[in-house]
């Protein structure tokens, strides 16, 4: 027998659980999917058609020294349509677009409110 890899749950820092749990669910359109505190400090996951993502606390004094954050790369299909999604949000950047790239994707990408990249695309 083989190891088979299923999933993977990519783990956040963020510096309020409440405020990034209600980010990914009232911004991006996920789901609560556990939380394990009531305030701010603690950890949660938030998930999203086939995803999960989680969500850790960080003492402010870990971002002062420069936690570095993750970038997601996450496949969608429909990649369009969730472009125009989290457009009508107003959660970009001036700078994202939807484009197509030399190495073979349409993609979109923004920072969380957390400064945590997450980028969506699809194979062209």
Known sequence: MFGYLKQIHP???VKDVTKAVDYYVNKLGFKLAFKDTTDEH??????RDGIEMH??????KEWEIGVDRPMLRIYVEGIEALYEEYKKLNVFHEQTSLKETPWGTKEFAFYSI???GLTFYRDL
């Open 42 to 47: 603690g950890y949660a996951g938030v998930s």
């Open 114 to 116: 957390y400064g945590n």
């Open 11 to 13: 783990v956040l820092p």
């Open 55 to 60: 969500l850790q606390w960080h003492d402010e």
